[in-house]
């Protein structure tokens, strides 16, 4: 739930804790600079918008994409 919600509901939040950085996944990094830029919590660095569009996520090239046309024959054969 998010801060606003809770508090909303007359629950106290004693302490916020951000998740640390080495427990990030590499991958999850533009997902996360994204939410962080939207106004969840962080007691680091809130990116701008000019930072945000630099983030990079993962490269297709590091997708298999073998599994994905595995799937949408198999979702054709038994349909």
Sequence with gaps: MKHDA???????????????????????????DAKIHAGYFTNGKVLSLEELSM???RAWE???????????????CNH
């Design 55 to 57: 983030v990079k996520g």
């Design 6 to 32: 809770i508090v909303d509901q007359g629950i106290p939040i004693l302490e916020r804790v951000p998740i640390p950085d080495e427990m990030i996944p590499e991958d999850s990094r533009v997902e996360i």
């Design 62 to 76: 590091d997708v298999d994409v073998s599994l994905l046309f595995t799937l949408k024959r198999h979702v054709r």
